[in-house]
C-alpha cells in the first residue's frame, strides 16, 4: 500500500481538478494509506482554503473512512474524533484527533490553553 499526501486527498474529496482527480483515484486504486498528519492537513485546507463548513468536512471525512481504496491510520481514533468534531464543530478537527490519539495512547489529560478543546473529556485547560 502507497502512502497519500494531503493535495491527493483534496482532488479526491473536492474534484475541482478532473485530471488530478482521475490520477488520484488512479494512485489509490491499489491502495492508498492515509496518515493522521495527512488528514489533519487535509481538514484544515478543506476549511481554511476552501470554505467548508464543519458539515461538509465531517462528510468527507467520513467519504474516506468509507473509501474503498483508501486505508485511514487508526481508522477508530478518527472515528471517534469525527464524533467530537460533529457535536462540537467549534472546535478543531485536529485537535479532536490529537484527543483521540492521546486517549488511545494511554495520555490524558491533554493540556490545552484552547477554551473550546478543554470542554471535551480528556482535555484538561491550564
Given at each position: 500500500?502507497?502512502?497519500?499526501?494531503?493535495?491527493?486527498?483534496?482532488?479526491?474529496?473536492?474534484?475541482?481538478?478532473?485530471?488530478?482527480?482521475?490520477?488520484?483515484?488512479?494512485?489509490?486504486?491499489?491502495?492508498?494509506?492515509?496518515?493522521?498528519?495527512?488528514?489533519?492537513?487535509?481538514?484544515?485546507?478543506?476549511?481554511?482554503?476552501?470554505?467548508?463548513?464543519?458539515?461538509?468536512?465531517?462528510?468527507?471525512?467520513?467519504?474516506?473512512?468509507?473509501?474503498?481504496?483508501?486505508?485511514?491510520?487508526?481508522?477508530?481514533?478518527?472515528t471517534a474524533a469525527l464524533?467530537?468534531?460533529?457535536?462540537?464543530?467549534?472546535?478543531?478537527?485536529?485537535?479532536?484527533?490529537?484527543?483521540?490519539?492521546?486517549?488511545?495512547?494511554?495520555?490524558?489529560?491533554?493540556?490545552?490553553?484552547?477554551?473550546?478543546?478543554?470542554?471535551?473529556?480528556?482535555?484538561?485547560?491550564?
Open positions: 500500500m502507497r502512502a497519500v499526501d494531503t493535495n491527493v486527498l483534496v482532488r479526491l474529496i473536492t474534484r475541482d481538478d478532473a485530471r488530478q482527480a482521475a490520477a488520484a483515484e488512479s494512485f489509490v486504486a491499489p491502495g492508498g494509506w492515509v496518515g493522521h498528519l495527512v488528514l489533519a492537513e487535509t481538514t484544515w485546507v478543506l476549511s481554511a482554503v476552501y470554505g467548508l463548513a464543519p458539515t461538509a468536512i465531517v462528510t468527507a471525512v467520513e467519504m474516506l473512512l468509507n473509501h474503498q481504496h483508501v486505508t485511514i491510520q487508526d481508522a477508530d481514533v478518527v464524533e467530537h468534531y460533529r457535536r462540537h464543530p467549534r472546535v478543531d478537527f485536529s485537535d479532536c484527533l490529537v484527543l483521540e490519539i492521546a486517549r488511545k495512547a494511554g495520555h490524558l489529560p491533554v493540556g490545552t490553553f484552547d477554551r473550546q478543546l478543554a470542554k471535551l473529556v480528556g482535555a484538561q485547560k491550564i
